[in-house]
């Protein structure tokens, strides 16, 4: 069985500074899909990145960006010129490639942007 | 118009009682989950339907029961509420397999008050 692991349960970063959040995860598969989703205090959930698990290059969304390492197993969530609106809570999660979409998802990161 | 969508957004009932949660998609996606979210934020899938065929259904009381009529709708039915089933409920839908990319949309979620 997969495990997906977010090692900060709380993060605080000044507006317009960087900050990274860290996952990591076990698996024996080797094709799969990363994600990165965001859950603000309306409490909606919204998909921020992928990343296939094949491709060497980062996925980058905008302010967004990822740091994919495979071998590590690492996945950790870059957020540039953070903003008061990426205040949430962040869920990293994993699906096998040939799965019908089953997501093993991380216990979450609640992020706060402060002004 | 909303992609994802549940009804009702709130829900409060007393313990024993009998309460359905529906989820409507217009995605056209053939997957359709239920998660559960507690109170700690950790969210757990519970179900899964492929074109109104079961194919995930985790570790879930029988006291749960999912309905698909349509490929478009999947409620949650649940009988004989206990405490412990306080918690968001999120429904989700996402294209099949991983043609989509495996990213899921999700509904606003219902948040369930047992009394």
């Known amino acids: 069985a997969q495990t997906v692991t977010q090692s900060q349960p709380e993060m605080s970063v000044q507006e317009a500074e960087t900050v990274t959040l860290s996952c990591t995860y076990d698996t024996s598969e080797s094709n799969y899909y990363l994600f990165w989703y965001k859950q603000p205090p309306s409490r909606q959930m919204i998909l921020v990145i992928r990343q296939e698990a094949y491709k060497q290059q980062n996925a980058t969304e905008n302010r967004f960006s990822v740091n994919f390492q495979k071998a590590a197993k690492s996945f950790s969530l870059k957020i540039s010129d953070s903003q008061l609106g990426d205040t949430a809570m962040y869920f990293c999660?994993?699906?096998?490639?040939?799965?019908?979409?089953?997501?093993?998802f991380g216990d979450g990161t609640t992020l706060t942007v402060k002004p | 118009d909303t992609a994802v969508s549940q009804t009702p957004k709130y829900l409060v009932t007393q313990m024993g009682n009998d309460k359905s949660i529906k989820c409507e998609q217009n995605l056209g996606h053939d997957t359709m989950y239920w998660y559960k979210q507690d109170s700690k934020k950790f969210l757990k899938i519970m179900f899964s339907?492929?074109?109104?065929?079961?194919?995930i259904n985790e570790t879930v009381p029988n006291r749960f029961s999912p309905k698909s009529p349509d490929k478009a709708h999947l409620n949650l039915h649940i009988n004989s509420l206990e405490l412990g089933d306080s918690a968001v409920y999120f429904c989700?839908?996402?294209?099949?397999?991983?043609?989509?990319?495996?990213?899921?949309?999700f509904g606003p979620g219902t948040r369930l008050t047992v009394l």
């Open positions: 999660a994993f699906m096998k490639h040939t799965n019908a979409g089953k997501s093993t």
């Open positions: 989700a839908s996402s294209r099949a397999g991983t043609s989509g990319g495996g990213e899921q949309f």
């Open positions: 339907y492929n074109n109104k065929e079961l194919i």
